[in-house]
């Protein structure tokens, strides 16, 4: 496993990748931040397409992530994880959405669980997904994150969210 720091408006990421591509990029106010493993290697240059297109995304010019992913998760949480990627940037959707999309439309409490349990946060964008009613509920990186992000998107997408 390599890793890498990279600096960006809402602190230092750490990202994780092994052979497979990116396995995890943990936010600065991480609920449960991945330790440093002695077995794994410092290696910033691997990273330089995850830092380009980062950079990109942070300036408002990248709308969309093209990277290789090596998630690790159950089928369900890939599910989740892949109909996250599809939430269009600058727009939100529902656990309940995102239940029924999984094929489980009774699911959102699932749906939040693996949401939760996303370990390449903006990348797979589950900062995307809020409550029914509008709210911002349960984000892993904190909710002020959760909104920086959000309305960083709908600036840069030329929206206003509430």
């Not at 991480?30 to 942070?58: G, H, K, M, T």
């Not at 969309?64 to 990627?85: E, I, K, S």
């Not at 964008?125 to 509920?137: F, K, M, Q």
Request: aromatic share 8%; charged share 20%.
């Amino acid at each position: 496993m390599k890793y890498t720091y990279i600096d960006s408006p809402i602190g230092r990421l750490q990202v994780t990748r092994d052979e497979g591509g990116v396995t995890g990029l943990d936010l600065p106010t991480a609920r449960y931040p991945r330790q440093i493993r002695d077995d794994w290697e410092r290696d910033d240059a691997v990273f330089d397409d995850v830092r380009a297109q980062l950079s990109e995304y942070f300036a408002g010019t990248r709308q969309q992530f093209d990277l290789p992913l090596n998630a690790r998760g159950n089928a369900f949480q890939h599910a989740v994880w892949q109909v996250l990627t599809e939430i269009p940037y600058g727009e939100t959707t529902s656990y309940g959405k995102v239940a029924a999309a999984v094929g489980h439309p009774d699911g959102a409490r699932a749906v939040g669980v693996a949401n939760g349990q996303n370990p390449i946060p903006i990348i797979v964008p589950c900062h995307r997904v809020i409550g029914a009613d509008g709210s911002l509920i349960g984000y892993g990186g904190g909710l002020s994150t959760k909104r920086w992000l959000l309305d960083h998107e709908a600036h840069h997408a030329g929206l206003t969210l509430v």
